[in-house]
């Protein structure tokens, strides 16, 4: 049994926090742009430090080769019986261009006032390294850990993790664990941590409609032959009626409907449909019928197209009848909605919406299973005690209108949930220039992962 | 009085047939591309080789400068008393691209059987050379004209004719007429010769839609904010029903509706609806109910999406939901509807259309009156009795879907219709590579524009 109690790990993380934020700084000057080939070498560096600093912490570590960039596996199994915990987060960051807009340079992190500016620094080099440094603080002073810890920390998230569901698959065994925790995201504002248990999945699609088999002449053709770019736009205008509900037949089937609890605990949340509004300066917003702002966001399936192209987009007028329409759309799913039974719903109505007068050809892009943890999850209350402990404030339970596919594939791969414990702020720019990651919530991620290991043992 | 008969015209047409041919490949083989300034001396040379040969047949010429290519401008007004006949042509062309796919040079007129084959060989030299051709004969033979006869060639039309209609404006004295005749069009087909009375007009416009001041993230923005690609679409779709009707209220008001003499025309003329749809490859025709493909065609105002884009339209997946969407549409009208009344009514119905989750912005691109001309005009018969003279068979009346904006300025400017006389052939690749002349057609042509002289004088 350790004789380090939990006081003085935490005292020992609020000694070292001057270090933690200079050890941030040090990966984030690392540029690990995964999408930019010439930064190859780069990446694998924020790799490696990644994995010295797991080996430093008292992991057994190893880099992982895969036919992309590598992959830092970090395990300490010495708590036989115990829970298992595997942490994921990623080491590469995203292009810092545009880079005229950065107030320094996007890899020269600087702190200012309460924040630290760099690309990374939120998403995810300053989340996920807040896991490794509690965690890591707990085992350097104990000499192990109250339950046994798995890091998995992959180089191309930001590339859509082409090679982790494989490794995943590979790795099955070694990454065997009852729960995943995830610190990729957002508390809900400033001081008010969350629990992301929800996540929209995805079924993107491209039409590609041909009408007659040439471009046409509009005045010496219009009216003797439909105009797939006509036709294309009243197919997507058949696809969601005015009161924005989708009219793909079955597409609500399974879809799992807000409880009286769950409308009441996102009615509580402090959310202004007016300053949303503002900031994207729209008059009005919309979304389907009897449901809030929040609700749609978060708890009910979307269609929206994504590209539309057909004809003459140049400057001017030119009177074609073009042969050809294309438009990418994609729908936001909702547990317990099914990406490839969603496709063939909308494949068949497409089908039936399209006229004989064009014909159509339809791709898949893209899936990504939703994902709804049952609000009585038991490792949601262990989290919440952590997030109590770290941030003196208990969590509350959201969800995101986007996708994180490595929580589908943890969950179909190893049968686990993951706990989405966001540590960034939803202004933080991950994305943007000028990405920021507030300093006082790296000490409280840091902490809070301390305590999380102290809690699922008690638990 | 003359004392040179039409026979005798007619035999010397007939004699100089492979003369004039040498003739029209001379002027075949100057590239005169208006589209193409590297090539502004060659228009020019264009320009005066025809204005050579209206000088060489007896009339008074000048070459009018403009900002752009010059006018050539030729007339005989020694028949006072009697009407005047103004000729309109152009002398400039097409660009030839793509090369490849012509068999010989675009440029190296080529006879293939009885095709001359070049650019610019029915478009409009080959035809405008007909009416010099048959008129200057007329003249040199005579030394005189029975009407007074203008020639306004000039050297814009493919560029759209920028400084024509401040041309007319401007030498509107000089340019008087009875009535005006113009070969830049086909007949219905192979022996059948056609006057073509009915040309569509124009009213074409951008809309551009904006919802959220940027683009958002499809998953954490989609349902819970308007899609302006979505909103697009449902606008478009809502501008005409399922059977064809445009939907913009007071579109039809002013449409002069077919007779049950026009229909029955139509319905005389050998038109084949399989064959045109198997030419486009389209299972199916689309247009207006109630009406048959070339009523469609020619006479009913037509609505065309003639451009789309919106957010990402490159390969693969990108889950945007776009701050912006684009459509460029045109409705192609006919008599006795008016551009800027449509654009109006149009506009007025788009912006109830668009709701209060977008702004828009119209922009009228392009108009153009439609034209129709009275089919008890005299000048009709006048010119299909020399058709009948030229070509041993008489015309039929027919329409074009297209625009001819010289006619309406012709007509809004001088006060005179236009005797639409096609001397050409639908299948000429006027625009495509190998452009052809029917080269009998050629010979035809000649010997109608000299007797319309004599059908005129004697009407």
């Known amino acids: 049994m350790s004789t380090v109690s939990m006081t003085e790990i935490v005292d020992a993380l609020r000694e070292a926090r001057e270090a933690h934020i200079e050890k941030l700084k040090d990966w984030l000057r690392i540029p ?21 600093e797991l080996v430093d912490a008292g992991f057994a570590v190893r880099l992982d080769e895969t036919p992309g960039h590598p992959v830092a596996l970090g395990k300490w199994d010495g708590a036989p019986g115990a829970p298992t915990l595997l942490v994921y987060g990623h080491y590469d960051v995203q292009p810092p261009e545009p880079l005229e807009l950065w107030r320094h340079g996007a890899f020269e992190p600087t702190v200012e006032g309460e924040n630290l500016i760099a690309r990374g620094a939120t998403d995810d080099k300053g989340q996920a390294l807040a896991l490794v440094l509690g965690i890591g603080e707990v085992l350097r002073r104990r000499g192990s850990l109250p339950v046994n810890v798995t890091f998995l920390i992959e180089g191309e998230e930001e590339i859509g993790s082409p090679n982790l569901e494989p490794y995943i698959r590979e790795h099955a065994d070694e990454l065997k664990a009852d729960i995943a925790l995830i610190s990729d995201c957002s508390q809900f504002g400033p001081g008010l941590p969350a629990i992301t248990v929800g996540l929209k999945g995805l079924c993107y699609l491209q039409i590609d409609l041909t009408g007659p088999n040439r471009d ?117 799913l909702v547990a317990d909605q099914h990406p490839d039974e969603i496709a063939e719903m909308t494949k068949a109505f497409l089908r039936e919406l399209c006229p004989p007068t064009c014909t159509m050809e339809i791709s898949i892009d893209h899936g990504a299973e939703p994902v709804l943890v049952d609000p009585t999850n038991p490792w949601l209350a262990v989290a919440s005690r952590a997030v109590e402990r770290g941030f003196g404030k208990a969590p509350v339970m959201i969800r995101e209108g986007g996708s994180i596919p490595v929580v589908s594939v943890l969950k179909q791969v190893l049968g686990i949930d993951t706990i989405l414990l966001g540590l960034g702020l939803p202004d933080d720019n991950a994305h943007s220039p000028n990405e920021k990651f507030h300093l006082p919530d790296y000490q409280r991620g840091i902490e809070t992962a301390a305590w999380l290991l102290e809690e699922m043992a008690g638990s």
């Open 216 to 332: 046409l002449h509009s005045g010496s053709f219009g009216g003797a032959v439909d105009n797939p770019a006509n036709v294309l736009a009243t197919m997507i205008s058949r696809l969601k009626d005015d009161d924005g509900r989708v009219l793909i037949p079955g597409f609500y089937d399974k879809v799992r409907e807000l409880t009286d609890e769950d409308r009441a605990a996102i009615r509580a949340l402090p959310f202004s449909e007016e300053e949303f509004a503002r900031d994207l300066e729209v008059d009005a917003l919309h979304g389907e019928k009897g449901y809030g702002t929040l609700e749609r966001k978060w708890a009910r399936p979307t269609l929206d197209v994504n590209g539309l192209l057909s004809g003459w987009t140049g400057e001017g007028a030119k009177t074609v009848l073009p042969s050809r329409a294309m438009a990418k759309f994609s729908m936001r």
């Open 32 to 52: 690990s742009v995964s999408t930019d080939s010439t930064r190859k070498d780069e990446v694998r560096r924020a790799g490696e430090f990644i994995r010295d």
